[in-house]
């Protein structure tokens, strides 16, 4: 396998390859003073095969966000221009269906993310390794400036964090604890997210027994409340991307009585079923 790239300092990497393992962008028929093919002929031993090295897809179509980077006079045993030029017809795209990706015919791809290849001029050009003709073809890729997509598995602004685990799909949780019995507000319920049993957020409910935790990862939660005069209670809690949850909770007295007579905030484990013959009196 041959790799002539030179530059690639970021996430997008091109290489000329007789075995692409990437995406191909275009065919050539030589390392240098070559002609080109649109991706989809195989006239030519060589590829200029993109990827992403942090696992963004990367593609050669005119769909998603995407850039010609060159046109071509025929589909195959073209000569080649560059896209201002309009003396061809035919496209080389570069694509990528999360973030940009921007080209320019520069001397130096010094700054870029990656170079494809050099060009001979700006129209009626052959094509060669990189640095070999004055025109570089230099590419770089640009993150979203915020996780634009929390379910897709990928780092779309590319700040080390994907998904759920980035701060930008932070959802909340908010609710009211109101007493089982007679329906109203308790003050001072503290209201705590765990994961596994790590508790990772809480809140206390104010005179209105109304609490919020703001900012929160999405991902799923155990909620847990605890008062001194009240039984804990605990909640499953799916926190969506950027939505805020409500979870409302109705708490039981702890000194209010259990089928069994056993208190409902005691540590007494609870019969399932009644005991025969047990006479006993809550007080
Ligand atoms: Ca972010
Ligand atoms: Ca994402
Ligand atoms: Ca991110």
Do not use: W
């Amino acid at each position: 396998m041959i790799s002539l790239s030179s530059v690639s300092n970021g996430a997008l990497s091109c290489n000329i390859t007789k075995s692409c393992t990437g995406t191909k962008v275009l065919g050539i028929s030589d390392l240098t003073n070559a002609h080109a093919e649109i991706f989809s002929f195989n006239n030519y031993p060589y590829s200029i095969c993109c990827k992403d090295t942090l696992g963004y897809p990367i593609d050669n179509q005119d769909t998603g966000k995407y850039i010609s980077f060159l046109k071509l006079s025929s589909k195959t045993d073209a000569h080649v221009e560059q896209s201002s030029s309009n003396d061809y017809n035919f496209n080389a795209h570069i694509s990528s269906p999360f973030y940009e990706i921007k080209c320019n015919y520069a001397q130096s791809c010094n700054g870029y993310d990656t170079c494809l290849v050099s060009i001979s001029g700006a129209t009626d050009a052959h094509i060669s390794v990189c640095d070999y003709y004055p025109i570089n073809i230099c590419c770089t890729t640009q993150c979203a400036s915020i996780e634009t997509n929390c379910i897709d598995g990928l780092d779309n602004d590319c700040d080390g964090l994907k998904d759920c685990a980035d701060s930008d799909c932070d959802g909340s949780i908010a609710g009211t604890a109101r007493a089982q019995d007679t329906n109203l507000p308790i003050e001072s319920v503290d209201v705590s997210t765990k994961k596994d049993l790590t508790v990772m957020k809480s809140s206390t409910t104010n005179q209105q027994g109304v609490y919020s935790i703001n900012q929160i990862n999405c991902g799923n939660y155990t909620l847990t409340t605890s008062h001194t005069d009240y039984a804990p209670s605990f909640k499953s809690a799916q926190v969506l991307p950027n939505q805020q949850l409500t979870a409302d909770f109705s708490l039981v007295l702890g000194t209010s009585c259990e089928a069994d007579c056993t208190f409902i905030a005691d540590n007494i484990v609870h019969a399932c079923k009644p005991v025969k013959l047990v006479v006993a009196v809550c007080g």
